[in-house]
């Protein structure tokens, strides 16, 4: 018998003919499309218990409670919270998006400290120990006034504690991030005599008279906002929208009108000049509770009539008046201002003139009216004591000059500091800690900021993501993110009624983190001395719970502490003056400059066009980069691939001869950039509109490189009257490509 | 002279004689080549029928033994719901399955009997807090959605319908893993051709397909009456 080739090949039929006879090509057909659903790298959720953790998502000022739904030890959704007096079960784009951030490319998994340019992995005892060094070092040399810190908020304990570290130090410079909340409080403070923050009765006006406050846009608490315009809807409220673009809340609005930019100030002096000539104000509140009416309202009434107002605001005449009696017959109207959703403290005479117009119909602390609101105070921490190093530190007084003789009213000024450092041969500060905040990203004018940054020489972020500004660092303390960690978020974004919500931990610690809290008290403890004794507490969550004493339980249960019965205070006891009255006019207000229209900068003749910025939900200004869900749902109008779309007015883009969907520079006098145009009708001509919230380099490919940062394009410009930073654009020059 | 034809008649010749003498050879039939294919071709058959029936069933199951040698029938017993003593919905309507150190710490915090095997137990799992890493035999693949409130509480069947009656079992049967999808034997089914006796025999989408026609099952939306296949498949 011979085997060769062919008895091979027939062999291998007979194979194949019984091999179709088998259960063997069928069964493996099968085995196999079960096998590729089994790679490892698809992902495949968990099998197991279902359970749900109530926490407080701090990704903006808001305060929403939520709740995130877990499947095992895996955090699968975030749901707003039923029944959370905020956002009772609503959540916003990027509040649901909280898992990617958790479990995302973007976290910093352990310390980091930066040599030779990268990133290297410490340990956290080296890190602390580093730090720890250069603040021995500067103490002994007594330079502790250089140290500063910027963080987004001064209230709940992680702020104050670093606060207090930096009091028992020796240093006054804790800064907080710019926002509207500069321009409110001070308001009160000077009109009201009090240290409050200012509280928006949304659920119960009936008539919203918005200076370009983004309602929809993010201002305020977001989701609390989108319920109450729910309920105005539903109850015939009346919004008005005075902007200079078509933007979302403008749209949904009842009534739209256009103004130039600028300008919302001199139109609310308009609608006060109305009010008063036709005595449509409220007597009782500005006879019995007011003082100095007499003397403000002159230069009001001779200064601000229709006539006038109509020339510098582009609103007619009769629409001014036509508006001023509508809201003053209202029967509870609130005014509010701050652009967009508030990121610029804005200009204190433009709030000081809103202000006024909800005094003359007499809405203070009324049902839908602005209510002032006692600071939150449930921290009491023993006194501190300072030791010489301390007090001498203190006394050589702030480096952004909140409060001296030059800006006697503001409390913190982050928008100097750039300035302040690049001005100097030396830089000023020596150490900075930045918590929870992105100011390379968010501060107007970025190239200062990176440059004065680069300047100081240890700057320590404790940021959980590789932002901008912790991609400039030189060390890394990575705190856990909110869903990781405990931590009291006091709501200070416009609610009428004290909430501290309570950011409870939804899963363990995913890396190799640390609370900025525990970092804290682990730094004052080894630097010893009068510093350590201000900080007797073992732990972070030591000093919460004895720190919230009985209110702890409850806000573990129930995610929140609520001041239920708190009312806003009658009009005799609310005020705190040296008059006991709502003060119109005193010697502080009086010192300031006379209201001032803030105009752009740059020059008209190379920069014809305006910039603005404009705000949206979808897009973040703030410290938190948009998630990759939310990059998602950006409009072709928006961003298209990496190109980021500014809005022109058609009128304005034939005279530039630019064409929709094409290329064109986009120049300011801070810089230019390329970009593409979007046809609008929607706003002046004149205008170019850019969206906010683009532009970033870090922290992750899912948002890197993606259109542009406005605040590249823009840069801070100093309030004459609180030296806060009022810019609410720039001149600028589109020219084709 | 014709030297030329001459010696051409004696090449033919020649050459003639040449032929002749190979052409028989030629004209005897060839057995070994032929035969030899047909052969192979049955081997060939033989070969992979006895592959494909035989010997690939079981190679492709890896035979592996559950952590601890649990008794259904002895707890049966001992327990006042049945099944669902163990096996239970959760307040939220979801089912708990296979149940966790949780479930059994109720009884088992200390060592209740004598067995061995339990000794066993409450040392390497109860003590240690560690979760029986159980081998499920009716885990299905993440493609599937299987609501037991729809089949349990709504269609009122039986566990042992699907599951069959392992609640009366001594022990645990070994585990016969699938070393390519890594799921149980139990369901494509014992058999590999996928006859079964049982309706528990089997639990591939056409054993559920089987069952939901019988019944006349409405498998679609009731307001559109479409969508038949994101039911299970979200």
């Not at chain 1, 019995?288 to 001779?302: I, L």
């Not at chain 1, 680069?454 to 993501?465: A, C, D, G, N, R």
């Not at chain 1, 380099?697 to 801070?716: F, H, M, Q, T, V």
């Not at chain 2, 259904?72 to 719901?81: G, K, M, Y």
Request: glycine letters at 8%; a negative charge.
């Amino acid at each position: 018998m011979k085997i060769d080739r062919r008895s091979f090949l027939s062999f291998v039929i007979g194979g194949a003919a019984g091999t179709a006879l088998t259960p063997l090509p069928w069964k493996l057909t099968d085995d196999i499309a079960i096998w590729t659903q089994m790679w490892p790298w698809t992902p495949v959720p968990v099998n197991g218990d279902v359970s749900y953790v109530d926490s407080t998502c701090t990704l903006c000022p808001g305060g929403c409670g939520i709740t995130a739904r877990k499947i095992e030890d895996r955090v699968v959704k975030l749901e707003g919270q039923p029944g959370h007096p905020i956002n009772d079960g609503g959540l916003c784009l990027l509040g649901l998006s909280g898992a990617q951030l958790l479990y995302g490319p973007r976290r910093v998994k352990t310390p980091l400290k930066k040599v030779n340019g990268k990133f290297k992995r410490i340990s956290w005892d080296k890190a602390i120990s580093e730090v720890t060094d250069t603040l021995k070092q500067l103490r002994s040399k007594g330079h502790s006034h250089k140290v500063a810190a910027i963080a987004a908020s001064d209230r709940g304990t992680v702020p104050e504690l670093i606060n207090r570290f930096l009091t028992a130090y020796g240093s006054a410079n804790f800064i907080r991030t710019p926002s509207i909340l500069d321009t409110y409080e001070l308001t009160l403070h000077l009109m009201h005599g009090v240290q409050a923050l200012p509280g928006f009765d949304v659920e119960n006006t009936d008539f919203v008279l918005s200076f370009g406050s983004g309602l929809l846009d993010g201002w305020g608490s977001p989701v609390r906002m989108f319920r109450a315009n729910s309920k105005w809807r539903e109850q015939n409220g009346k919004v008005v929208q005075i902007e200079p673009r078509l933007s979302n809340t403008a749209a949904k609005s009842d009534n739209w009108i256009p103004i130039k930019t600028g300008t919302e100030g001199a139109l609310a002096l308009g609608l006060a000049h109305v009010i008063i000539k036709e005595s449509l104000y409220n007597k009782d509140f500005i006879h019995n509770y007011t003082s100095g009416f007499e003397k403000w309202k002159r230069p009001v009434v001779d200064g601000f009539s229709p006539e006038i107002v109509t020339k510098i605001t582009g609103v007619n005449q009769a629409t001014i008046t036509d508006l001023a009696r509508k809201f003053a017959r209202a029967s509870k109207p609130l005014a509010v201002c701050g652009r967009g959703w508030g990121a610029t403290p804005g200009s204190l005479k433009e709030f000081m003139a809103v202000h006024a117009l909800n005094a003359l119909v007499g809405n203070l602390n009324m049902a839908g009216g602005i209510w002032a609101l006692p600071e939150p105070d449930y921290i009491e921490w023993p006194e501190l004591e300072m030791d010489r190093a301390a007090s001498a530190g203190i006394q050589k007084g702030r480096i952004d000059g909140a409060g001296t003789p030059n800006y006697p009213h503001a409390r913190y000024l982050l928008n100097r500091l750039p300035e302040i450092i690049n001005s100097a041969s030396t830089s000023p500060i020596d150490l900075l800690f930045v918590a929870e905040s992105n100011p390379l990203y968010t501060l107007p004018d970025t190239a200062a900021t990176k440059e004065a940054f680069e300047k100081i020489p240890l700057v320590v972020s404790f940021s959980s993501y590789m932002d901008e500004t912790a991609e400039m660092a030189d060390l890394i303390l990575p705190n856990h993110i909110y869903l990781e960690r405990y931590e009291d978020v006091p709501v200070t974004s416009g609610i009428q009624y004290p909430l501290i919500g309570l950011a409870k931990p939804v899963v363990n610690p995913q890396f190799n983190t640390k609370h900025t809290g525990d970092v804290m008290i682990l730094l004052a403890q080894a630097l010893g001395g009068f510093i350590a004794n201000a900080f007797p507490w073992k732990s972070y969550e030591a000093c919460l719970e004895e720190t919230l004493g009985d209110k702890w339980e409850p806000m573990v249960e129930q995610g929140y502490w609520i001041n239920a019965g708190s009312k806003a205070a009658d009009w005799p006891e609310t005020f705190e003056t040296a008059s006991r009255k709502f003060e119109f006019v005193n010697k502080e207000i009086d010192a300031l400059p006379r209201f001032a229209i803030v105009k752009p900068q740059g020059d008209e003749t190379s920069f014809p066009l305006v910039l603005i910025p404009y705000d949206s939900m979808r897009l973040q200004r703030g410290f938190i980069g948009a998630p990759p869900f939310v990059i998602k749902t950006v409009e072709d109008s928006v961003l298209k691939a990496n190109d980021i779309l500014v809005e022109i007015n058609p009128e304005t883009a034939t005279t530039l001869g630019l064409k929709a969907g094409r290329y064109a520079k986009l120049s300011t006098p801070k810089g230019s950039a390329r970009v593409k145009v979007h046809l609008f009708d929607g706003i002046m001509p004149g205008l170019v509109a850019m969206p906010a919230g683009l532009g970033h380099n870090a922290p992750d490919k899912y948002l890197s490189g993606k259109g542009l940062n406005a605040n590249d394009l823009i840069g801070p410009f100093e309030d004459s009257a609180s030296g806060h930073d009022a810019a609410w654009g720039v001149r600028a020059k589109l020219s084709k490509v | 002279m014709s030297t030329q034809d001459d010696q051409a008649k004696d090449v033919v010749e020649a050459e003639a004689g040449e032929t002749q003498a190979t052409a028989p050879q030629a004209k005897e039939p060839g057995t070994g080549s032929s035969g030899t294919i047909i052969l192979f071709f049955i081997f060939g058959i033989l070969a992979s029928l006895i592959l494909g029936w035989a010997i690939f069933p079981t190679l492709l199951y890896s035979k592996k033994q559950q952590p601890v040698a649990f008794n259904h029938a002895d707890h049966n017993d001992q327990v006042d719901n049945g099944c669902e003593s163990c096996h239970f919905f959760r307040e939220d309507g979801s089912y708990s399955g296979v149940p966790k150190l949780e479930q059994c710490i109720d009884c088992h915090e200390e060592v209740q009997g004598e067995t061995e095997t339990e000794a066993l137990f409450v040392s390497e799992y109860v003590q240690k807090d560690r979760e029986v890493p159980w081998l499920v035999y009716s885990r299905q693949p993440p493609c599937v959605f299987f609501s037991h409130a729809a089949h349990v509480k709504k269609a009122a069947m039986e566990c042992a319908e699907c599951h069959g009656p392992i609640g009366e079992s001594d022990s645990l049967k070994i585990y016969q893993q699938n070393r390519i999808t890594g799921y149980s034997r139990d369901i494509w089914g014992g058999n590999i051709i996928g006859l079964k006796k049982n309706s528990w025999d089997r639990m591939k989408m056409d054993d559920c397909v089987e069952c939901h026609r019988e019944k006349g099952v409405n498998q679609g939306s009731v307001q559109t009456e479409k969508g038949g296949c994101f039911i299970c498949h979200h």
